[in-house]
């Protein structure tokens, strides 16, 4: 009997998913532990790995979604046959299904090797560039993790352009369509408004380059997202009403205090969680985040990493940014976004005196609460950065 590829199941909340890409083209052979699909959930994706060795036999096309352990194709040893005609399980009511039937006689020549083109690392991004700029996948030296092959890598590779580029249609899948269609969810079922607040944020640049010179030993480096993070864990205590989401005749209001940070991928964006950031020290805080950046761009994330966020902070100060409209990550009632630091002037007495200032941006759920305590807590949040008071 063949081996039954299923759609795995990560973590205790999946419900669904769909094959991103099979690694494995249809007829193709393969060898255990080699990587064999990528998974993509709303929240995470990641790659999966054969459990044994064979002729991979698709029977779900790209971009089909299915449930946790749905069998999504199969893995025949060499001494099996290969039916005329695939297996395919009993279809789930109201489930629209992509068969893939391939004649026995139509098998491709096999490729037993990850050296082959078709196994050669590379983000999913990666590979649709690659076809897009007729890029040789093979001949790129990958930069990303382990040796992974990202957008850029394809980007700067030399290449023979035969491609029309005067236009082209790029399917919205994966990632990207899952974020199109949360944001549009999102303006469509909030009401949602949007202040902006200034921070003089001098004390906290020279805390930040302090714990920059003494923390370099082990290899930490604290952001001016992780100072905000910190102050918004400690404001969110004072102010519980933006801690919360909106139940249709109900607020629910979180106890714990789970502050997500909004971390930008070739892909797209992910929103791993700060899980109780509020007990956290800088220093523990800093890690936390650091240890969640990394694997957010390394693609190990799981899904606990990703779930039960109860507010949200995102950052484009990086960039330059002056000013933006966060849109809120449902159902949680608050996020703000944090911007460029620049020179700004305040007062001593009558004597004008330069700053760093940093403009805050703060969306919030109308629903939940007022224009008046949503001000009351970013004056705290900015209160907060102003002091640079937070326990290392």
């Known amino acids: 009997m063949p081996s039954e590829i299923y759609l795995v199941k990560v973590g205790m909340t999946m419900t669904e998913g769909s094959i991103e890409e099979w690694y494995a ?24 790995d054969a459990d044994a060795a064979g002729t991979v036999k698709h029977i ?19 001494d099996e046959t290969i039916p005329d005609t695939l297996p395919v399980p009993e279809k789930r009511a ?14 491709r020549e096999p490729r037993a090797r990850r050296s082959d083109e078709t196994r050669v690392a590379a983000s999913p991004a990666a590979r649709r560039r690659a076809r897009e700029l007729n890029v040789d996948l093979s001949s790129i030296q990958g930069t990303g993790p ?23 249609l790029i399917e919205v899948r994966g990632m990207r369509r899952t974020i199109a269609q949360r944001m549009h969810e999102s303006l469509q079922s909030a009401a949602q408004l949007t202040m902006e607040m200034e921070a003089c944020m001098d004390a906290a640049v020279a805390l930040r380059d302090t714990l920059v010179d003494q923390w370099e030993a082990e290899g930490l480096r604290p952001t001016y997202t992780d100072l905000v993070i910190a102050s918004v864990a400690r404001a969110l205590r004072d102010h519980p009403l933006i ?35 509020d007990a956290l020290n800088l220093r523990a805080l800093t890690h936390e985040s650091s240890r969640l950046s990394t694997a957010a761009r390394d693609g190990t994330l ?12 995102t950052a484009l100060g990086m960039l330059g940014v002056d000013s933006f409209t966060p849109i809120l990550n449902l159902p949680q009632a608050g996020i703000l976004g944090v911007n460029r630091i620049y020179d700004g002037v305040g007062w001593e007495g009558d004597t004008p005196v330069r700053r760093k200032m940093m403009r805050l941006s703060l969306t919030w759920d109308h629903r939940v609460l007022d224009g008046a305590p949503a001000a009351r807590f970013l004056q705290r949040v900015c209160e907060l950065l102003e002091s640079a008071d937070w326990q290392e």
């Open 60 to 78: 779900i096309a790209e971009g089909t979604v299915c449930e946790p352990g749905d069998v999504i194709g199969y893995i025949y040893a060499s």
């Open 94 to 107: 109201g489930e629209e299904v992509t068969i893939t039937e391939v004649p026995a006689s139509a098998k």
């Open 146 to 168: 382990r040796g992974r092959i990202t957008t850029e890598d394809v980007e700067s590779a030399p290449r023979s352009s035969t491609a029309d580029e005067r236009g082209k």
């Open 25 to 48: 083209a249809d007829g193709a052979t393969i060898g255990e532990g080699e990587m064999l699909y990528r998974l993509e959930t709303e929240k995470v994706n990641m790659d999966v």
């Open 243 to 277: 801690n919360s989401e909106f139940r249709k005749t109900q607020i629910f209001l979180h106890d714990a205090i789970h502050v997500g940070m909004a971390v930008a991928l070739d892909e797209g964006l992910v929103v791993p969680v700060i899980r109780d950031a």
């Open 302 to 313: 799981t899904l606990d990493d990703v779930s039960g966020g109860t507010f949200t902070v």
